[in-house]
C-alpha cells in the first residue's frame, strides 16, 4: 500500500499519559497534515508541515501538543499529559502542494480513547 | 472568519431519486470548495473540487457566490453512494488548511 499510513491505528492510554503518533506519507508529497475529529464532527486542522517545516498551527493546538517532520518525510504528533477531551481520532494527510489544486490524500488515522 | 454549515446529518434517499447534499460557507474572501467522501471501513477521499467544475460519479457542485453554496447534486442516486460527506473550504488566500463541515450522511435505500 503506497497511500498514507498511521500507527498506531488506535491507543488506549490513562489520563496524564504521554502518547505519540506516526505518520508516514506517500513518499514524494512535500506537505503533511495533521487533523483531529470527534464524534459527530467534521476534522479539524491541527497543523502542516512544508517539507520539514511547520507553517502553520492551530489555536487547537495547546502547549501539551507538539508536532514534528525531522526530515521532511514522516511526521510525529506527540500528546503530553493527556486529557480524557483529547480523545478523538487522529487523521495525517499529505499533499503534493503548491497549487490551489491541491488534493489531500488521508490515512486511516489513530483513534485515541483516554480513559 | 470561515465556517462551513452542513445543516442535514443525516439524508436518506431511495436508489434512482435525486439527491441534494447542502453546504453553506462564510468567508468574506474568494474561498475555495471541496466535497470530501468516506464510504464504510475506507479513508477519507476527494470527491471533487470547485476549481475543476468536473463531474466525479455521476456528482456536480456549483460554487454559488450570491447565496454562498456549494451544494452537491446528482440526478441518480445509486445505493453506491452511501456514505459520509463533508464539505471543506479553503481561504483562497492561503494554500494549507482545510475547514470541514460536520458531515452528512447519505444513505441510498435500494
Known amino acids: 500500500d503506497t497511500g498514507v499510513s498511521q500507527d498506531p491505528r488506535h491507543k488506549i492510554t490513562k489520563r496524564g499519559q504521554n502518547v505519540t503518533f506516526r505518520c508516514d506519507p506517500i513518499s514524494e508529497h512535500n506537505r503533511l497534515y495533521w487533523y483531529r475529529q470527534t464524534l459527530g464532527q467534521g476534522p479539524e486542522f491541527l497543523t502542516y508541515?512544508?517539507?520539514?517545516?511547520?507553517?502553520?498551527k492551530s489555536r487547537l493546538l495547546s502547549d501539551r501538543f507538539s508536532a514534528e517532520r525531522p526530515k521532511g518525510s514522516f511526521s510525529t504528533l506527540e500528546i503530553q499529559r493527556t486529557e480524557q477531551g483529547d480523545s478523538a481520532m487522529y487523521l495525517c494527510?499529505?499533499?503534493?502542494?503548491?497549487?490551489?489544486?491541491?488534493?489531500?490524500?488521508f490515512g486511516s488515522g489513530t483513534q485515541l480513547s483516554v480513559l | 472568519a470561515q465556517r462551513v454549515t452542513q445543516p442535514e446529518k443525516l439524508l436518506s434517499v431511495f436508489k434512482g431519486a435525486p439527491v441534494e447534499l447542502k453546504c453553506n460557507y462564510s468567508y468574506s474572501g474568494s474561498p475555495e470548495l471541496f466535497w470530501y467522501v468516506q464510504y464504510s471501513r475506507q479513508r477519507l477521499q476527494l470527491l471533487l473540487r470547485?476549481?475543476s467544475r468536473e463531474s466525479i460519479k455521476g456528482f456536480t457542485a456549483d460554487l454559488n457566490k450570491g447565496e454562498t453554496s456549494f451544494h452537491l447534486k446528482k440526478p441518480f442516486a445509486q445505493e453506491e453512494d452511501s456514505a459520509m460527506y463533508y464539505c471543506?473550504?479553503?481561504?483562497?488566500?492561503?494554500?494549507?488548511?482545510?475547514?470541514f463541515g460536520r458531515g452528512t450522511q447519505l444513505t441510498v435505500w435500494p
Open positions: 508541515f512544508q517539507n520539514e517545516a511547520q507553517l502553520e
Open positions: 470547485h476549481i
Open positions: 471543506a473550504l479553503r481561504r483562497g488566500s492561503t494554500l494549507g488548511r482545510l475547514y
Open positions: 494527510a499529505s499533499s503534493l502542494g503548491a497549487s490551489t489544486n491541491e488534493k489531500l490524500f
